[in-house]
């Protein structure tokens, strides 16, 4: 078998490490004991107390186990997979969010200080703004936003914040580019965004040649990386099956034209509150998926994929479904969560009455003194969170945490923190978007820990963790057809009924999968148990997964998820 998955994630890029921006910053609030626990919020308390609880935060643990950022080995680059050195215990594990707009968006409203500021405020340690990509933005954004990002970076020392925008990708959705910080960044946002976006080139309806451009966007990325032109540069499709305009093939021809650019997609949505009941969300669902096929959609796609389940997109809710097909071929395309604010739910303000496309910014927005609950968005880190395994707190750990897929997604303050490790017997344990070893006719051990909520989430709820659901899927190599929607061997092999535990206590599961004879892998979802029905694939794949969301009627704070990247288990050789 030809396997792409190699190894699942690259480590390093031919090019030289620059520093200043991406020096080692003051420790996150979450980890910073100096920090008293009244400041924190409820998801920088719950990773804390997990470390604390586990001896890895405090003293000279923390010094040898969690600030270790020496100790991850570094994987070769070899034809046959190699173990990862990749114990969760080694990171910094880092909420952030990949998806904010501000006033440089002409369907948004506020600042940059002030996202930044309220990404700080609701727990987050790292941010990406991403204005819409436009012609307005491309000649004036991008540059006027650069001094407000620097600016932010100063006022808010404990928060990486990272420049980007929002790409309209030719032939396809919306999706996230961004950088890291240096003195390229703005050029570089301002080339690709005036070369390649969908909407500045006039290249958005499908076609074969504007799936080429996006490709060769991505390479041009990739390209600015090997040359040292910028330091880094990651690519994460958003929503992507809202419009069903990402094609399956498309997708793949991304991850496979610039594998260390780009590296996935939402796993699940912004715009989670968009389907609260009430006045102006009637006709919405959460993260306004409520589409129907249009003249550029893929004709493939079934019509139960325009909406969500369980707030999370349909390619990843699916048990079997398109995520599992890209993994059981082996590659590497991760999820991410994100909350896409444009304008906050029950905020009283309104846009400014500035013009985006000759001015380059709304300007500031207007206090209209009354709730607006039309809104259909939450501030970053009120509801939505990517938690980032990195190996020190600065930009470049984030982003190479990013693409090497530690990452796991989680909704509302389902649960605080979460340790999710495989052994093989060959080398040290792995974790999400690592890959472990096993001997032939030995069994492959996985452990979870997982630190339930100890205090109400922003909603005023504490969170029950109800069940944990393991994912087992096999890896069987490439497919013959690039627009392939499932694989018929991923299903849940074990779910977790969790009793109830005391506030801030942590769970520890473990399961054996028995003398396995070939590659496969392992994914953790878990709910609050509030909205399960049969997965699409059926009950025998997928037992209790997510309920579909009902449009105008869907509660976020009623259902609740977490979701991991995956752990690769390969025989050794």
Do not use: C
Request: aromatic content about 8%.
């Amino acid at each position: 078998m030809t396997r792409d998955h190699a190894h699942p994630h690259v480590h390093g890029h031919p090019h030289p490490h620059t520093h200043g921006h991406d020096d080692v910053h003051p420790l996150p609030p979450a980890m910073d004991l100096a920090v008293p626990a009244a400041e924190l919020s409820p998801d920088q308390l719950g990773r804390r107390t997990f470390l604390v609880r586990a001896g890895l935060l405090g003293g000279a643990a923390a010094a040898t186990s969690v600030l270790g950022a020496g100790t991850a080995a570094a994987a070769a680059r070899t034809p046959t997979p190699t173990a990862t050195s990749s114990v969760p215990a080694q990171y910094l594990w880092l909420a952030g969010d990949h998806h904010i707009h501000t006033d440089h968006s002409s369907d948004a409203q506020y600042p940059v200080s002030e996202q930044v500021q309220r990404s700080a405020q609701y727990g987050l340690d790292w941010m990406v703004i991403t204005d819409h990509g436009s012609e307005g933005h491309q000649k004036l954004g991008v540059e006027q936003t650069g001094p407000e990002i620097e600016q932010a970076r100063t006022d808010n020392a404990r928060t990486l914040v990272f420049q980007g925008f929002e790409w309209n990708i030719p032939s396809a959705e919306h999706g996230t580019v961004f950088v890291a910080p240096g003195a390229g960044a703005v050029p570089l946002l301002t080339e690709f965004e005036g070369s390649f976006d969908g909407r500045v080139t006039g290249t958005s309806s499908s076609s074969p040649a504007n799936e080429a451009l996006a490709r060769t966007g991505l390479v041009f990325l990739a390209d600015a990386v090997a040359s040292a032109r910028i330091e880094d540069a990651l690519f994460l499709a958003n929503h992507p099956a809202r419009n069903g305009i990402d094609s399956p093939h498309e997708i793949r021809g991304w991850r496979d034209a610039a594998p260390t650019v780009a590296v996935g997609f939402e796993g699940a949505p912004g715009h989670q509150a968009a389907a609260i009941p009430g006045p102006g969300h009637e006709g919405n669902g959460r993260g306004y998926y409520a589409n129907s096929p249009s003249a550029n959609s893929f004709p493939g796609y079934p019509l139960e994929s325009y909406v969500t389940y369980g707030g999370f997109d349909w390619m990843t809710a699916t048990v079997g479904g398109l995520w599992d097909s890209l993994l059981a071929e082996g590659k590497p395309w991760w999820i991410s969560a994100n909350s896409d604010s444009h304008k906050v739910y029950g905020s009283p303000f309104a846009p400014g009455p500035g013009d985006v496309t000759t001015t380059g910014t709304l300007g500031a927005p207007v206090d209209t003194g009354s709730p607006i609950t039309a809104y259909g968005d939450f501030w970053p880190g009120y509801y939505s969170s990517t938690v980032v395994g990195a190996t020190s707190f600065s930009y470049r750990s984030v982003m190479d945490g990013i693409r090497d897929g530690r990452m796991y997604v989680v909704h509302g303050g389902l649960i605080g923190a979460l340790s999710f490790q495989v052994a093989g017997g060959v080398g040290l344990p792995s974790t999400m978007g690592g890959t472990a070893l096993y001997r032939k006719g030995k069994d492959v051990q996985v452990r979870i820990d997982v630190a339930v909520a100890d205090r109400p989430n922003y909603h005023g709820d504490v969170p029950k963790l109800r069940k944990v659901d393991l994912v087992l899927g096999q890896v069987t190599g490439p497919v013959a057809d690039a627009d392939t929607l499932s694989t018929p061997q991923t299903r849940v092999v074990k779910t977790f009924e969790i009793p109830a535990t005391a506030p801030g206590g942590v769970v520890r599961l473990t399961y054996s999968v028995k003398k396995p004879r070939g590659p496969f892998y392992l994914r953790l979802r878990g709910s609050d148990g509030n909205r399960l029905a049969p997965g699409l694939m059926g009950a025998s794949v997928d037992p209790s997964g997510p309920a579909v969301d009902a449009i105008g009627n869907a509660d976020p704070w009623k259902d609740l998820w977490f979701y991991t990247n995956p752990v690769f288990v390969f025989p050794q050789a």
